[in-house]
């Protein structure tokens, strides 16, 4: 038997969704961020204090995250693609904007911590959240999963079809979303064992990095809660398990998020942020697939170089050892192979785009709507240097293709 085909409607419209994030969306999530706690009704101080601390933190925590509700803008405009206007409604569309906001919490999550991990001492221009609340930062990202939960449970229908489905979800989000951190864990331990002589080392495990390790960094990293992201979309428009979860919708999410997180650790290059914190990006897991032959031969004395630089100088904090980085970087041409592996990603993307709308339909924009988001949703600085990034000449073709939705197949209507 065919599996279920998504039926897709309408197109991308960003200014509009900009609109709709900025309006009616932040109505329901300011009136979400007043949801009652589950328990702690043992006495009214007990309650009025808790309840009071909950809805602050849910109020105020995302405005630190540079995300500015990107996770749910894909909700919004992935379900818009996916559903007839009839259940576009107001009444519908609200209950869109509630999971949305449950998504936007648990996406929070991800960002606050990882900030809390890299010592960032700044994010949207505000101080990070860790700094700000260093006594109840670890209880406020509990509080943002377990009211994200207790959206799904008071507000999705207990005649949807799909609320259990997304409520698991859900949790089984929260528990993968542990997984990023095991990198970091490692950084810590290796740091911790590495100082020698009063002088720190780098934690950097450069005999693990490779050009394929770059893979599940980003499927920890992104792919895998923008998969969810999606999924609570189409289980909200009421599209099954007949949908395909993996095959090549799941490849076509793959290699979006890929290109997104190339063009993050693009951007953000010009602040040092992650050379000081060791972070695996596509920029060093380059760098040491040349070092070991991985782009073809290299002399010798180039591979120790590099090997050297990384071994002792990424992720150690001083200035000194970041313009070493830099420049063994430069020396060995990692920006440029940068931008030839963003251009492979994005050639290649077409190609998984034309799958994925062979397998189910799958809306054609994903992969554009996440790299003009991404330059929408940063501070003014960085949206001008990634809108530039993706105007050059080498990428304005494989971008307009990955835009136009008039390729789209309509499937047939669902029974």
Wanted: proline residues 4%.
């Amino acid at each position: 038997m065919e599996a279920q085909r998504f039926r897709l409607y309408g197109e991308m419209d960003l200014a509009a969704l900009r609109r709709e994030i900025d309006g009616p969306y932040r109505e329901v999530h300011d009136e979400l961020a007043a949801i009652p706690q589950y328990g702690y009704n043992d006495s009214a101080f007990d309650w009025k204090h808790t309840q009071a601390g909950a809805e602050y933190a849910v109020r105020n925590l995302w405005s630190t995250a540079w995300q500015c509700h990107y996770a749910t803008a894909l909700v919004i405009h992935f379900y818009r693609r996916i559903t007839p206007q009839e259940y576009q409604s107001p009444a519908h569309m609200r209950l869109v904007y509630a999971v949305g906001t449950a998504v936007d919490w648990i996406t929070t999550i991800t960002i606050v911590m990882d900030d809390w991990m890299d010592g960032a001492r700044v994010r949207n221009g505000q101080p990070t959240w860790h700094l700000q609340h260093p006594r109840s930062f670890a209880n406020d990202n509990f509080i943002l999963a377990t009211q994200a939960l207790n959206v799904l449970s008071a507000v999705v229908p207990d005649h949807h079809p799909f609320k259990r489905e997304m409520h698991d979800r859900t949790v089984r989000q929260i528990a993968h979303d542990a997984h990023y951190w095991g990198y970091h864990t490692l950084l810590d331990l290796r740091r911790a064992q590495a100082t020698v002589g009063g002088v720190a080392r780098s934690p950097v495990p450069v005999a693990d990095i490779t050009l394929e390790a770059h893979q599940p960094v980003v499927f920890n990293r992104a792919t895998d809660w923008l998969h969810w992201a999606i999924s609570m979309a189409r289980l909200l428009a009421c599209y099954g398990s007949g949908i395909p979860d993996g095959g090549a919708f799941l490849d076509y999410i793959a290699g979006a998020t890929t290109a997104a997180c190339v063009v993050d650790d693009i951007v953000d290059a010009v602040t040092d942020d992650d050379i000081r914190n060791g972070e695996p990006t596509i920029q060093l897991c380059l760098a040491a697939h040349k070092a070991t032959g991985g782009l073809g031969p290299i002399a010798a004395e180039t591979a120790a170089d590099i090997l050297d630089t990384l071994q002792n100088h990424a992720g150690v904090d001083t200035a000194a050892d970041i313009e070493l980085v830099r420049r063994m970087y430069a020396r060995n041409g990692i920006p440029e192979l940068t931008l030839d592996y963003l251009e492979a990603l994005l050639d290649r993307l077409v190609q998984l785009r034309q799958a994925a709308l062979h397998e189910c339909s799958a809306p054609g924009d994903i992969a554009a709507f996440l790299l003009y988001w991404l330059a929408i949703d940063r501070d003014a600085e960085r949206a001008g240097e990634t809108g530039g990034l993706l105007k050059q000449e080498r990428f304005g073709d494989l971008i307009a293709q990955l835009a136009h939705a008039g390729e789209d197949q309509v499937a047939p209507a669902r029974s």
